[in-house]
Each structure stands twice: as C-alpha cells, then as structure tokens.
C-alpha cells in the first residue's frame, strides 16, 4: 500500500497454479474469482481500488483492474492492450504486466 495520489490501488499478487487464461476468457469458474474478491475487500478496507497481479509457471504475469475504475491513472494506462472480462458481477480488465510497465509513472 502506498499514499501516492498517483498510485490509488491495493494490490493483491497470486503465483499458482490451477488457472487458466482460457477460461476466465470463457467467463467459466475460475480460482482468479475468489482472488479478485480477496483484492476488492482489501480495496475497501482501505478505500483504495482493487489491482490484482496473476501468473502460473512458463507464463508471463498479467494485472487485473476493475472496468469501472474511474482513476485517472487507470485512463492514462489507454495505451495498454486490455482484455475485458466479465463473470457474474465481476467486470475487469485484464492485461499483460510487462505492457503495464512500460507506462512510465510520469504520464500517470
């Protein structure tokens, strides 16, 4: 957790196994489910927004970020290539961290 204004979420960060990309992308249940809601109860305990990193083995890690998160920071990661998912009230969007990254923190 951080106080910069330019840095508004909590991150949760999950290294298992037991998921895949193929099914959060066919809004089938998923262990990504239940980490999400760890990250937004952690969001707001800490009236933050939710920020949720992911990988298994061999894969590159993503992050995850709500689709309605209305920070700034999240509309200046535009250029970032998102994958939009939904699964029952969950809608997100998923990206690649390294593309993540490479947003230098002086455009946020």
Same mark, same amino acid.
């Given at each position: 957790?951080?106080?910069?204004?330019?840095?508004?979420?909590?991150?949760?960060?999950?290294?298992?196994?037991? &998921?895949?990309?193929?099914?959060?992308?066919?809004?089938?249940?998923?262990?990504?489910? /239940? &980490?999400?809601?760890?990250?937004? #109860?952690?969001?707001? #305990?800490?009236?933050?927004?939710?920020m949720l990193w992911l990988r298994h083995s061999r894969e590159?890690?993503?992050?995850?970020?709500?689709? =309605? =998160?209305?920070s700034q920071a999240c509309k200046l990661l535009s250029e970032?290539?998102?994958?939009?998912?939904?699964? /029952?009230?969950?809608?997100?969007?998923? /990206?690649?961290? =390294?593309?993540?990254?490479?947003?230098?923190?002086? /455009?946020w």
């Amino acid at each position: 957790m951080t106080t910069a204004q330019r840095f508004p979420w909590t991150v949760e960060v999950k290294f298992r196994e037991g &998921w895949s990309l193929e099914n959060l992308e066919r809004a089938k249940p998923s262990p990504v489910w /239940g &980490w999400w809601e760890q990250a937004l #109860e952690q969001a707001r #305990e800490q009236c933050a927004w939710p920020m949720l990193w992911l990988r298994h083995s061999r894969e590159p890690w993503r992050m995850m970020v709500a689709v =309605d =998160d209305p920070s700034q920071a999240c509309k200046l990661l535009s250029e970032v290539p998102w994958l939009r998912l939904q699964y /029952g009230p969950h809608r997100v969007q998923l /990206g690649l961290a =390294d593309e993540v990254l490479r947003v230098l923190p002086s /455009g946020w």
